[in-house]
């Protein structure tokens, strides 16, 4: 091959931008030749903007058949390929406990027909070299122009004439369930699903997603089920887009679609979720993650045909749509918090969303939610300068004129005015009406758009890190507990007002049973504990209603005990042998149950949830309990298990006294603490270990008297 000198290349290219611009100087080459050179002066003063331009694209050829089939076909004959896709318009379908058969069933569209296996059907889109690929929505395919016959034959196959094999619905059913496995420990994979389930709840449309254990709810006949009612071509539209006239188009969806019959489906209407009333936070536990991603959202009523769309979404991009938004410029640029942040504003026939996601440091997790609410206040309080609106303008235009080099852009925007109602120029005037946003309708947008103070803010990270730093921007103080699939932990919130009782019904199930626990008549426990070296022996017997005895001994001598009977009370210390009366004997009585929290539901309790307390790097649920006689003391619940933890009292001297159960075995199906350690009674803790549990023993009458 000939090479040339590079001013040979250079020079014909550069005085064609000269005779473009029309002003140059003079360049010197290599070989003396002299070509004009651009006066630069024209970048000395930015361009004045002028009338922002009506785009000007070809209008979509539109087209409709029989079974309700509706097309829309975009000629483009500079490659010689195609594009099309089938969208399916149904609505928000409620998956129940079967979430996830949506995309299942999209997934196995693509898996065989009844005339062919998946691997012919796959070698078929192979010499082709063409794509194919199948969803819950419909399917899209590109390919050379040439195999037009051929696509669109292979995707009606797939589309009414899907195999549903069990031997693939296995394959697929493994795969997806080893994929949801992986996801346990992705950030990002979670917080698509606490996002989903946070803001519209399981039993929403719009809240549910694919679990394994909605996974093992779903059977090959609930795929076939769930096709032959939904798939109806009366709600699908069919884009065409490429080489390929319209004329063409039209016979060949005809001839391969034409057919469909319509089921006569019905899309159902989601119901709006609940608005928020104040913010609420939740954390999903990460135990080793060294940073947080933190997500702030809520719903938001915002329709794809809102007047409000255009300034709404352009004060979504000052906020944090684009790289030099605000919430960029401030957590990445000034503070150093995170790589990246950024919020969306997705509108939505009936229920949209706003959120903001970014992933910041653990110890930083506090103080970057604190400048996301700034910012969102910011915008709210403050009306954005004309400099900085014009700015974001120029960007975002300049975007959208990019976008339309893609003419499968122009195919989507045909379908967004069919779908939605569009008046027919909307995005022919896209550029102008971004242009006519004013920076008081920004402010009114954030007013009415952003809502810091009514927010779910959403952590993944590390719960024993984080959370009491989360604490402050919870409205009730309390944080809401999800696992990785966005299943509620067990929580209770302190807004509902049977916080205390549900607490203490979970207790009793827990430890065995409302029903179980409620056959116990009697009881004899044997315990032993080391005061200052010396050992000590314990015997406890409870026959109920209102009879006990506590025993202790140091080797064979009785150092105290201490009877109540139906007639009264007493202890003796030493020998010396005390009655007991008003507050200390109806104290006793309290205490002369087997478990005291079956005691707690019955009339006269008062019980007052306090929230949680952290005990020892333990979440605990914090229960008041005042008896019918006045005695007050504090219980404390592991949220985890809602297994007892430690009680508090506050003795005659004024002095607080606890008693924390560090062991539960179980005895006939009960569990019991079997190691406890009272603190406050001395100077130093006790250590009791009970030895022997005996339940519903026969006790004689002679020892409570």
């Not at 994929?179 to 950030?187: D, V």
């Not at 004329?247 to 060949?252: D, F, T």
């Not at 005695?631 to 003795?651: A, C, G, P, R, S």
Request: with cysteine; aromatic share 10%.
């Amino acid at each position: 091959m000939k090479r040339y000198p590079i001013s040979y290349l250079i020079t014909p290219l550069y005085i064609s931008l000269c005779l473009i611009f029309s002003n140059c100087k003079t360049l010197t080459t290599d070989n003396n030749v002299k070509a004009p050179v651009l006066n630069e002066n024209f970048r000395k003063n930015q361009p004045e903007a002028g009338i922002a331009p009506i785009i000007a694209f070809g209008h979509p050829f539109e087209f409709k058949l029989a079974n309700g089939i509706q097309g829309i076909v975009v000629e483009n004959h500079h490659l010689p390929q195609i594009n099309f896709q089938l969208y399916l318009d149904l609505g928000k379908i409620d998956q129940k406990d079967k979430a996830g058969i949506t995309d299942l069933t999209g997934e196995m569209l693509s898996r065989g027909t009844t005339t062919m296996k998946k691997a012919e059907f796959d070698d078929a889109i192979d010499f082709m070299g063409a794509y194919f690929s199948t969803s819950s929505r419909g399917f899209t395919a590109s390919g050379l122009s040439r195999y037009a016959d051929e696509l669109f034959s292979l995707a009606s196959q797939a589309i009414k004439s899907p195999d549903f094999s069990a031997s693939e619905f296995e394959i697929v059913k493994k795969q997806t369930f080893s994929g949801l496995e992986a996801q346990k420990e992705n950030a990002d994979s979670i917080g698509r699903n606490l996002i989903k389930t946070i803001n519209f709840g399981p039993d929403h449309p719009q809240g549910q997603f694919i679990t394994q254990s909605s996974l093992n709810n779903i059977t090959i006949e609930d795929i076939r089920n769930f096709y032959n009612g939904v798939f109806d071509p009366a709600h699908a539209y069919l884009i065409i887009v490429g080489d390929l006239p319209a004329g063409k188009a039209v016979e060949l969806a005809q001839q391969y679609f034409g057919d469909w019959k319509s089921k006569s489906y019905s899309k159902d209407s989601a119901l709006s979720p609940t608005p928020i009333s104040k913010t609420d936070v939740s954390i999903a536990d990460r135990p080793s993650a060294v940073q947080s991603l933190i997500m702030i959202s809520y719903p938001v009523d915002l329709k794809p045909n809102d007047p409000d769309l255009i300034k709404a979404k352009l004060m979504n991009d000052i906020l944090g749509g684009y790289f030099s938004s605000r919430l960029n410029e401030n957590l990445r640029e000034k503070q150093g918090y995170t790589y990246g942040i950024r919020s969306n504003l997705v509108s939505d026939p009936e229920n949209g969303l706003f959120s903001i996601m970014t992933n910041v440091r653990n110890e930083v997790t506090d103080s970057a939610i604190t400048q996301i609410l700034i910012e969102m206040k910011r915008l709210r309080e403050e009306k954005i300068s004309n400099e900085e609106l014009q700015n974001v303008k120029n960007v975002i235009s300049g975007e959208f004129a990019r976008s339309l080099e893609e003419p499968k852009v122009t195919a989507r925007f045909a379908l967004d005015i069919l779908r939605y109602n569009l008046p027919v120029d909307y995005f022919k005037n896209y550029l102008r009406s971004i242009q006519k946003v004013t920076a008081t309708d920004i402010q009114k947008m954030a007013v009415k758009y952003l809502q810091p103070e009514h927010s779910h803010i959403i952590v993944i990270g590390n719960q024993k890190e984080v959370e009491e730093k989360l604490k402050p921007f919870s409205s009730s103080g309390y944080i809401n507990h999800y696992d990785f699939q966005g299943t509620p932990l067990n929580r209770i919130s302190p807004e509902n007002p049977n916080a205390a009782v549900e607490i203490i019904h979970k207790y009793l199930k827990k430890i065995g049973g409302v029903e179980e626990i409620s056959k116990l008549k009697s009881l004899s426990r044997e315990y032993n504990m080391n005061i200052d070296g010396v050992e000590f022996n314990g015997f406890n017997d409870i026959l109920l209603p209102y009879q006990m005895r506590t025993l202790i001994k140091m080797g064979e001598t009785e150092m105290q005990s201490t009877v109540l009977n139906q007639t009264g009370g007493y202890t003796t210390t030493n020998g010396e042998k005390k009655e007991l009366a008003g507050i200390a004997l109806s104290t006793l009585r309290e205490s002369a149950v087997i478990i005291e929290e079956l005691s707690y539901l019955q009339t006269g309790f008062k019980l007052t949830y306090k929230g949680i307390d952290t005990v020892n790097n333990k979440s605990l649920y914090k229960v008041e309990v005042v008896s019918p006689a006045g005695n007050q003391k504090i219980e404390y619940y592991d949220i985890d298990n809602f297994l007892k933890f430690k009680t508090v009292t506050v003795n005659e001297a004024g002095g607080e006294e606890s008693i924390i159960y560090k062991e539960y075995k179980d005895f006939a199906g009960i569990l019991f603490p079997v190691v406890t350690e009272l603190i406050g009674q001395l100077d130093k803790p006790i250590l009791i270990h009970y030895s022997v549990i005996r339940l519903n023993p026969t006790l004689k009458q002679e020892i409570f008297k």
